[in-house]
T-cell receptor, first 115, second 113 residues
Framework: AQSVTQLGSHVSVSEGALVLLRCNYS??????LFWYVQYPNQGLQLLLK??????LVKGINGFEAEFKKSETSFHLTKPSAHMSDAAEYFC?????????????FGQGTRLTINP | KAGVTQTPRYLIKTRGQQVTLSCSPI?????VSWYQQTPGQGLQFLFE???????NKGNFPGRFSGRQFSNSRSEMNVSTLELGDSALYLC????????????FGPGTRLTVL
């Protein structure tokens, strides 16, 4: 079974600083990995996804993530944080057994941006 | 293209009642998945429907059920509500394969008193 671990339930950075949100996965098959963002009182919005093409994936709003098989990691980064990045971020792995689609999520990381 | 819509957005029920939530997927999407989000358990998969058939099911009791109609719209039903069922219920639609992006609706906030 696949699983995802997000290190750090809360991360706080200053505006303009580097954002690094950590995600490690466990999967017995080549994984498909996703990062979603959730703003208060809203659903989830896809930031980016890895589907076995390029290991460095660029997403929306200046975010990117690098798939590292040797470290079983898929960390999310952004060079310069903006106040509007404050939200909760979820890493997910797709469990595609039997052709079905199911996302297994990490516990989430709440990102706070300090002015 | 219109996004995923969920109705109602907010619901208040009492223990023992039942509730039905509705989800309209993005036009052309045949897969609809349901997730429960709570502060304690996070995001948990309930079930997925594809072309009116349940393709996958999470570890929830039988009180949680769903169905999908021929137009891909989906409903989720919870019977005999318990306090612990209070949660944000999210619906997501996609074309249906493992690499396809799931697009989420805004959710239905269910409060059980």
């Amino acid at each position: 079974a696949q699983s995802v671990t997000q290190l750090g339930s809360h991360v706080s950075v200053s505006e303009g600083a580097l954002v690094l949100l950590r995600c490690n996965y466990s999967s017995s098959v080549p994984p498909y990995l996703f990062w979603y963002v959730q703003y208060p009182n809203q659903g989830l919005q896809l930031l980016l996804k890895y589907t076995s093409a390029a290991t460095l994936v660029k997403g929306i709003n200046g975010f990117e993530a690098e798939f590292k098989k040797s470290e079983t990691s898929f960390h999310l980064t952004k060079p310069s944080a903006h106040m509007s990045d404050a939200a909760e971020y979820f890493c997910a792995v797709s469990n595609y057994g039997q052709g079905a689609q199911k996302l297994v999520f990490g516990q989430g990381t709440r990102l706070t941006i300090n002015p | 293209k219109a996004g995923v819509t969920q109705t109602p957005r907010y619901l208040i029920k009492t223990r023992g009642q039942q509730v039905t939530l509705s989800c309209s997927p993005i036009s052309g999407h045949r897969s609809v998945s349901w997730y429960q989000q709570t502060p304690g358990q996070g995001l948990q998969f309930l079930f997925e429907y594809f072309s009116e058939t349940q393709r996958n099911k999470g570890n929830f009791p039988g009180r949680f059920s769903g169905r999908q109609f021929s137009n891909s719209r989906s409903e989720m039903n919870v019977s005999t509500l318990e306090l612990g069922d209070s949660a944000l219920y999210l619906c997501a639609s996609s074309l249906g394969s493992a690499t396809d992006t799931q697009y989420f609706g805004p959710g239905t906030r269910l409060t059980v008193l």
